[in-house]
């Protein structure tokens, strides 16, 4: 009896380590804010309600104030102007701005439970030295005054930008860092993105009745607000007052809004899914684009919901703003005065954004690959669903790739976001490379097996912070390989895939054929054998470490399965019982990021 007993215990203290290993703070965000346009400040009041759901004792917090890195000498600025190809809408602007053009966030007060704390700020980041210590398990109220300056429209946030729009308010509060298994996510706003505890938001903003608002969340009060929020048939006075707009976002990770007096509100709806909300300033280089954008990007939707998984949020706004297209919950600001096929290109990444920023939250600045290549990925393959276009969606990031090798600025995909040493590294690995990253695991699992997978992936980790390791996980279950060897390969080293055919010879009514692995990455390889009658046969090799291979995937083809390749071995030799061999290519659809295609097709 007591050895069941002691079984047990150890068996359900093993099921609490386990679900305590991935808890997960929460917050609640109520706050009441005034932004005065003609000083540009920003004046609130934040009440936080923080639930500490770890089994630690917080004895400090940490909060960013993203608008000080808008001042001269805060390391944005430094770092930008040092670095060998700094980011065109950054430069040396930052140092150059006069003290009514920076931007600054100022705790005026902050209490907890009621009691003053102290507190300090290091640049983007405001400590704070608790009160009394949050418990496991408990909660602690934070309540706040604060005030910030808008500065000039630089980099994501900001007043008046390029195309006049008056405010793009990211990063616009102060915000509690994330904290979870690895500690508290502390990174100075440098240049890269962002990552946040998952919450509510309760946010009524008070400000000039003139200016339209659209952002994060669901406005509660549209019939006294107006701006085309409000029922059909409602009529709205003119305010001569600020109107106070009061939205709730649940279950997000961020809020964000801009507002301008110019914008024009329309809506969308998408079938089985959210509303669509479209701000922008009317004229001849918008209008008729931003007209026809709707139907697209209610198409883009469909698409996403059925590829990828269901959003789950009731809304999605497209808001003219910013400084070219940056994601947030529930939104996006994008740059409007584009062609139409860049306007719905940009559309579509940013809200696809809304899947893996938005929903499944992964922490950008340690593995930016995995929201930007994601997202990339999605969005090449909606933009070739949109237009009709039978070309490889991919072929851009393959080519980035291939271009950053050349170039010799190639770094591990696993460096931190803000540590690469170029922008055009940190460019062509969050974005190109990880998308081929998704590419190459469909062509290692086969096609079906993979949109299974991101679909599994999606409803399994939304609104959970996925890790690199929970993606990989995924695609194993889903297709029964061991797929781990893949991923240090890919995104911890700098090995490049190069496999060649070394000869095909002809002898005693058989063909032998033998495969060379020239570079240092390996991979499971396609072989398509095309006769001379024209038939063809895909032969396929899987890789050792797999354990295990994919299954066909063209069903028009012959699909010959091999011995398994191990990966030490540079040489793999295999016999057909024909002669009539007119061609031999490896990997034919060119998922693979083979470096030297050259070697890859012999004629016969």
């Not at 007060?109 to 704070?128: P, R």
């Not at 191990?566 to 470096?595: G, H, L």
């Amino acid at each position: 009896m007591k050895r069941l007993l002691l079984l047990s215990l150890l068996v359900l203290s093993h099921t609490l380590f386990a679900q305590d290993y991935r808890w997960q703070q929460r917050v609640e965000y109520k706050m009441n804010v005034a932004l005065d346009v003609k000083t540009h400040k920003v004046t609130g009041d934040q009440e936080l309600i923080y639930h500490n759901n770890s089994n630690d004792t917080l004895r400090k917090v940490y909060y960013h104030l993203y608008f000080n890195a808008f001042q001269p000498g805060s390391m944005m600025d430094v770092r930008s102007r040092n670095l060998p190809d700094p980011d065109q809408r950054v430069m040396d602007r930052i140092s150059k701005l006069n003290k009514d053009e920076i931007g600054y966030q100022k705790v005026l007060s902050l209490k907890q439970d009621g009691q003053e704390v102290k507190h300090q700020v290091d640049g983007t980041v405001l400590t704070v030295y608790l009160a009394k210590p949050i418990l496991p398990r408990s909660q602690s109220v934070f309540t706040m005054k604060f005030e910030g300056q808008v500065p000039v429209q630089i980099r994501r946030s900001g007043r008046d930008n390029a195309e006049g729009i008056a405010y793009s308010m990211t990063q616009w509060y102060p915000k509690m860092a994330e904290y979870d298994f690895q500690g508290w996510h502390l990174d100075q706003y440098i240049a890269r993105e962002f990552h946040g505890v998952w919450g509510d938001y309760d946010v009524t903003i008070n400000i000039d009745p003139k200016l339209t608002i659209g952002g994060s969340g669901v406005l509660q009060n549209p019939n006294e607000i107006g701006h085309g929020y409000e029922d059909e048939g409602v009529k709205i006075k003119k305010q001569k007052e600020n109107l106070n707009w009061h939205f709730i976002a649940k279950d997000v990770h961020d809020f964000a809004w801009t507002a301008d007096p110019d914008y024009v509100h329309t809506k969308a709806q998408v079938p089985g899914g959210p509303e669509l909300h479209f701000f922008y300033q009317p004229g001849e280089k918008t209008t008729e684009n931003w007209t026809n954008l709707k139907a697209y990007t209610v198409k883009h939707f469909q698409f996403m919901n059925e590829t990828f998984g269901k959003y789950p949020y009731p809304v999605y706004s497209v808001l003219q703003g910013g400084d070219g297209g940056m994601e947030y919950p529930m939104c996006t600001l994008i740059t409007g005065e584009r062609n139409f096929t860049s306007l719905v290109g940009v559309t579509a990444h940013e809200a696809a954004h809304a899947w893996f920023q938005g929903v499944l939250g992964n922490n950008e600045p340690l593995y930016p690959w995995m929201d930007e290549g994601y997202t990339s990925f999605a969005s090449s393959e909606s933009m070739a669903y949109l237009f009709n276009t039978k070309d490889n969606p991919h072929k851009g990031s393959y080519s980035g790739y291939y271009k950053l090798i050349e170039r010799g600025l190639q770094e591990p995909l696993g460096t931190h976001s803000d540590h690469y040493n170029t922008n055009t590294a940190y460019g062509t690995a969050a974005y190109s490379m990880g998308a081929i990253f998704l590419n190459q695991m469909k062509y290692i699992v086969g096609e079906e097996t993979f949109y299974r997978g991101m679909r599994r992936y999606f409803n399994t980790w939304k609104f959970r912070h996925p890790e690199p390791n929970d993606f990989v996980r995924i695609m194993e279950k889903e297709s029964g390989l061991q797929l781990q060897w893949y991923y240090r390969y890919w995104i911890l080293t700098t090995k490049h895939i190069d496999y060649g055919i070394d000869s095909v010879n002809t002898a005693d009514g058989k063909t032998s054929i033998t495969l060379k692995r020239a570079g240092t990455f390996p991979m499971p390889v396609d072989l398509l054998v095309t006769y001379k009658d024209g038939s063809k046969e895909m032969f396929y090799t899987p890789m050792s470490e797999m354990l295990g291979g994919k299954s066909q995937e063209d069903k028009s083809i012959k699909w010959s399965p091999l011995d398994k390749w191990n990966w030490v071995n540079p040489t793999y030799t295999f016999s057909i019982d024909k002669t009539d061999v007119a061609i031999v290519e490896i990997d034919p659809s060119q998922r693979m990021a083979d470096i030297n295609r050259e070697n890859n097709r012999v004629e016969k």
